[in-house]
């Protein structure tokens, strides 16, 4: 480049080799403009990379909120009880008082309280209407199990009394002034025969049962009473031949059901001729 003295004083004359020059140099600067960027970018990468990631709204866990942690003295919950097994439609028109028993029985089973467990059978065959109409027959026959178990093992002092053996005393003579049988008396002590007793001794005995066995022929079943209340029914497998009516047992009274035509399980028969004495009632009816 080159000064020379100019109209307005000293000014600048570039020459060919000044400009070939100042192209150059604005390439050169283009160039290291570029290569900053290029520099800078790569910086701004790392910075972005090296920053902690921040989760997007859809990777983002939802919060699931936690149950509240009960006070260690809090009681237990109890769980309320189930009602008993009842067959298909059973539950239909189901009054609440019948409900309401019907739970109570299965808390007595399941406690194995049998006195609980009776009452509470009673209670819910005498509802009125057809409240438990459907249950009635298992009803019953649960209620005939547990009777027998209160008078073999409970030995229920509304149906047993307990004497003691006196000089002169047999099994047999006992059982008869107490209007039992000698049977039933032998199983109340678990005595193996009637020979086997001593003075003094004290021995369980049926007092005075008054026992009624009510045939149903078209029912095809037995129910036995003890002192007017229901006691156990048992199945009749074959038509009954007796004529409907009253009849009084003889000593012998599963010869005696034989010979009426009315025919139970051989257990059964046993059963009865165990616990009836002679001159009970057989009641015969069309039912």
Known sequence: MA?????FGIEYNPNPI?????????????????????????????????????PSPIDTPV?????TPVATNAPPRVEPPKPLPLPPGAERNRPRVAQNLLLKLEKAEAAHDVELAVSTIEQLRALPGEAVADLDNSLARRLGELNIRRL???????????????????ATRIAS????????????????????LRIGQKLDVMD???FTIVVHRAAKY?????????????????????????????????????EKGIALAPADSAELDMLVPAKSSLLVSEL
């Open 3 to 7: 000064f020379a003295q100019g109209k």
């Open 18 to 54: 000044d400009e070939e020059s100042s192209g150059a140099g604005w390439l050169v600067a283009v160039i290291a403009l570029a290569a900053v960027a290029v520099l800078a970018a790569a910086g701004v990468r790392r910075l972005i990379s090296s920053a902690p990631d921040e």
């Open 63 to 67: 919060a699931v909120p936690t149950a």
């Open 152 to 170: 073999f093992v409970g030995k229920n002092r509304q149906w047993v009394k307990e004497v003691v053996v006196k000089r002169g005393d047999s």
């Open 177 to 196: 002034e107490n209007g039992s049988t000698l049977a039933s008396l032998l199983k109340l002590n678990e005595l193996p025969s009637a020979d086997r």
């Open 208 to 210: 005075h049962p008054r």
């Open 222 to 258: 037995a129910d036995l009473t003890l002192k007017g209340k229901f006691f156990k029914r048992y199945d009749i497998i074959a038509p009954v031949r007796a004529e409907e009516g009253n009849y009084e047992t003889p000593a012998r009274l599963r010869a005696f059901l034989a």
